[in-house]
């Protein structure tokens, strides 16, 4: 076959244009280690996500020193958790999966970004070096509310990141001499313990304590309060730990109605 | 009396001037919704509710790359074997046929799409062009492309009617390079178009009459694929026929080369198909080896289009110098900038060159990542298919319309203008689409803007970005209507006496020096199903065995998982070694 030396030379052009690309593309693969979102997974059914142990509840969840598993459920027309928190310096790894139709999960501006399949899981591993708020959109079109499907992620300064849940359950009314009960529950969702202070403040009362919940622990405070000291009326309370705050109000009356001694 | 298409063949004349009617008429639809759609995205004017932009979308896009590029397309081709072989079709009552079934067909999904705007039915199919399940559309519009794909199969066998017809009376000759052309690009869509085929009538249709209860959403979604790539090359084809065979004529010379002709051509057929899961590659469920492979035969499916590049230039070049043109650049300035025909071509040649590297970054397996799906894969076709192809179109049409309706074109100075007005238009817009790309905005959505935060551009502003879309857009717009002042503009002419001749350009390098086993079309068809069956065979496997035939939880199957992977991981180097020697044995030859 006759051909010209000049297309010839244009021909080679092409072929070595070709193979460097596509030894650009295994270098990023296997020098760069950047995986490609693959088959790793089992299939889950859909419909029984609320049975299934990582998506039932989705969450952040820690589980090494600087790793953390962030298990996503995608639906018309939400994401779940939202928004999604981890720390700067940590390695997360995303496990999303569909409830409904096809959607996908990506964190505008990056190159986090996937196809959310249902009946397929997802993962994706990613580094976050910065902290950071970004927005994660649907870029797949899933219905007629598409546009409206939005999500954010937030990647917090190292030192400010926890996963503490507080939850406080305290008595609404108590006889004028009796003692009420506050009872605050402190979950540290970190691996490592959490030395912190449970403060109470009521009336003009503070009372604090302090404790170390381990890993994956919770630990339960109760305070105590001798409500003579109060006297009778309406008393706001504020429970707080670090950052995390929850307050009520405890009324303290002459005599409790006869029918909440029946119960 | 002239020697126009039409002196020479009047009834074929009719079928090619029906096809491209049909054509326009997708295209003034697809265009309509083009803008409507560009104005509320960008915000500019939003008379629609943003939940009937997706039915917008899906007209748009079903109308232009199904209807206006496939009608274009059976028009050119039968013009070009009529041409080409010099002999009318074998029986126009089947011609007729297979237009007939298109048009039924399209006209079926057009009105399941377009009643989706309305409440008085139920019927609807705002499912956009790759009808992902588990969206789902009313069945008329799966019935429809059914239809339409299988006229789009009996053209083809009208094509090949012709060609064998021909060939007995010339046993001797070279297949003439349209018709080569023609029947590989036809081959390459028989493969290609089963994945859709096997999608809608095993997966789909049964499953939106309610025979089947569910889908495998992976598995229609990897067929559609089969399909979807390779479609973007059936686009493709009859504008690189005519940069082949009319581009070189309208630039006063010669095609370079025959022979390169047939391997591009070649290489196309075989390479086109085996790819689609590169518009997988962030599909959880397919395994990253296969991701690999389809990575690489794309790569290569870069090498017909730089080899087109040269040869066109080349041809081009060459016009230029028998026209007088001197120097090393010199001769740009001796080519007819002033014909539309040419001017229109060369301007979407340009683009078709940007295109390529934009389609090298989405290529880019992991690349990918950071552009998949995103605002920057829209700019990227309206570049290939909405430019390189669709620009193409318009300016042949300038020189196909004197052919085929016997009268004078009606103005060549709007022409000039419409072409030149869609390359500025096309920039503006394109340009916008894959800066916006960058910064992450979703393709496909009614109002990319949202309330828990804002894009940020590196370079200018989101405001600016969205300016660009929306003039390019209303260019884009005057461009079509000065384009269909100027088919209606002619049809109104009477007829003329003094019209060029039906001819296409000769060649420097003629088809004597092309190897005889360039026009084995069994054997380059049969490397193009083994290549198929390598590329596909094992993912699909794969995803029936992980998802079930018919949904997630059935399992009948009976291939275990790492069988399937351990066969996938031996023959995926085969399959690499295969397709470069595959690559080396079509250009050494």
């Known amino acids: 076959m006759n051909v010209h030396t000049y297309e010839k030379v244009w021909l080679i052009g092409a072929l070595v244009l070709i193979v460097g690309f596509i030894v650009t593309i295994t270098y990023g693969s296997v020098g760069l280690g950047i995986a490609m979102v693959d088959d790793s997974e089992e299939t889950i059914e859909p419909s029984e996500l609320d049975e299934d142990e990582r998506f039932a509840d989705p969450r952040v969840e820690q589980v090494g020193e600087n790793e953390y598993e962030a298990y996503v459920v995608a639906q018309t027309f939400m994401f779940q958790p939202d928004p999604v928190e981890v720390p700067a310096g940590s390695e997360v790894t995303f496990y999303v999966t569909s409830r409904d139709v096809i959607h996908s999960y990506s964190v505008a501006g990056t190159n986090i970004n996937t196809m959310v399949i249902p009946g397929e899981v997802a993962v994706m591993t990613v580094e976050f070096d910065e902290a950071g708020e970004y927005g994660v959109v649907c870029n797949e079109y899933c219905g007629s509310g598409h546009h409206t499907m939005e999500g954010e992620l937030h990647v917090v300064p190292d030192e400010e990141f926890d996963m503490t849940e507080l939850s406080v359950e305290a008595d609404d009314e108590v006889e004028t001499g009796d003692e009420a009960t506050i009872e605050v529950d402190v979950e540290n969702g970190m691996l490592e313990a959490l030395e912190t202070t449970v403060t109470l403040e009521i009336g003009d009362e503070a009372l604090a304590e302090n404790v170390t919940i381990d890993g994956g622990e919770t630990e339960t405070t109760t305070f105590t309060v001798d409500t003579a000291d109060l006297g009778e009326g309406d008393h706001d309370w504020t429970v707080t730990v670090d950052d995390y705050e929850d307050s009520g109000t405890l009324t303290v009356v002459d005599e409790l109605e006869e029918d909440d001694d029946d119960e | ?589």
């Open chain 2, 1 to 589: 009396m002239s020697n126009a298409y039409i002196d020479d063949f009047p009834a074929e004349a009719k079928v090619v001037r029906t096809a491209f009617y049909s054509s326009f008429l997708a295209l003034a639809l697809g265009g309509v919704f083009g803008v409507i759609q560009t104005l509320h995205r960008t915000g500019y004017y939003r008379f629609i509710d943003s939940a009937d932009y997706y039915t917008v979308l899906t007209a748009h896009g079903v109308f232009l790359v199904i209807s206006f590029t496939i009608f274009f397309l059976v028009g050119v081709f039968t013009w070009a074997i009529t041409t080409s072989l010099d002999r009318g079709v074998e029986d126009l009552r089947f011609t007729w046929g297979w237009y007939g079934l298109m048009a039924i067909g399209i006209t079926l999904s057009g009105v399941a799409i377009l009643a989706g705007f309305t409440d008085a039915t139920d019927i609807s199919a705002s499912v956009l062009f790759t009808f992902y399940a588990p969206l789902q559309a009313h069945p008329m519009f799966y019935l429809g492309l059914v239809l339409f794909v299988v006229g789009t199969w009996l053209a083809g066998v009208d094509w090949f009617r012709s060609w064998w017809a021909w060939k007995a009376e010339n046993p001797d000759e070279r297949i003439p390079l349209p018709t080569f052309m023609v029947l590989t690009t036809m081959l390459m869509w028989y493969i290609a178009t089963l994945g859709v085929a096997a999608a809608i009538l095993v997966f789909l249709l049964p499953w939106s009459l309610g025979l089947v209860e569910s889908v495998n959403p992976l598995l229609t979604r990897t067929l559609f694929w089969f399909f979807g790539h390779p479609v973007v090359y059936f686009w493709l084809m009859p504008a690189y026929m005519m940069w082949y065979i009319m581009l070189p004529k309208v630039s006063g010379g010669k095609l370079f080369s025959d022979p390169l002709a047939r391997v591009v051509f070649v290489l196309f057929l075989i390479l086109s198909v085996p790819t689609g899961i590169h518009h997988q590659y962030l599909d959880p469920g397919i395994a990253e080896g296969f991701k690999f492979i389809a990575m690489t035969n794309t790569m290569f499916l870069l090498l017909p289009s730089l080899l087109t590049a040269f040869t066109v230039v080349a041809s081009m070049e060459h016009g230029a110098r028998q026209r007088g043109g001197e120097g090393y650049f010199g001769w740009l300035k001796a080519l007819p900038w002033r014909d539309p025909v040419f001017t229109g071509m060369a301007l979407a040649g340009l683009m078709f060159a940007a295109a390529g590297f934009s389609g090298m970054i989405n290529a880019g397996m992991n690349i990918n990542y950071l552009v998949h799906n995103t605002f920057w894969v829209v700019g990227h076709f309206h570049l290939t298919v909405g430019t390189a192809v669709a620009l193409t179109f318009m300016a042949v049409t300038y020189w196909f319309l004197p052919q085929i309706t016997g009268k004078a074109l009606w103005s060549r100075s709007v022409a000039l203008g419409q072409v030149v007005l869609w390359f500025v238009g096309m920039t503006f817009m394109s340009n916008a689409m894959h800066r916006a790309g960058l910064l992450g905005v979703p393709r496909r959505t009614a109002e990319p803007q949202y309330d828990g935060f804002e894009f940020e551009a590196a370079v200018g502003t989101m405001g600016e970005l969205q300016a660009q879309i929306a003039l390019g857009g209303i260019l884009l717009t005057l461009s079509l209507v000065l384009f269909f002042a100027n088919v209606v503009g002619t049809a109104l002419n009477g007829r003329s006496d003094d019209l060029p001749a039906n001819e296409y350009a000769g060649t420097l390098s003629g088809p004597e020096d092309a190897p005889l086993v360039l026009d084995n079309l069994k054997l380059w068809t049969a490397i193009a199903v083994v290549l198929v069956v390598f590329a596909y065979t094992f993912p699909l496997l794969s995803i029936i065995d992980r998802g079930g035939l018919f949904g997630p939880d059935i399992n009948p199957f009976p291939v275990s998982l790492e069988t399937v992977h351990l066969l996938a991981f031996a023959l995926e180097s085969h399959v690499t070694g295969a397709l470069e020697s595959v690559a080396w044995l079509g250009v050494n030859r």
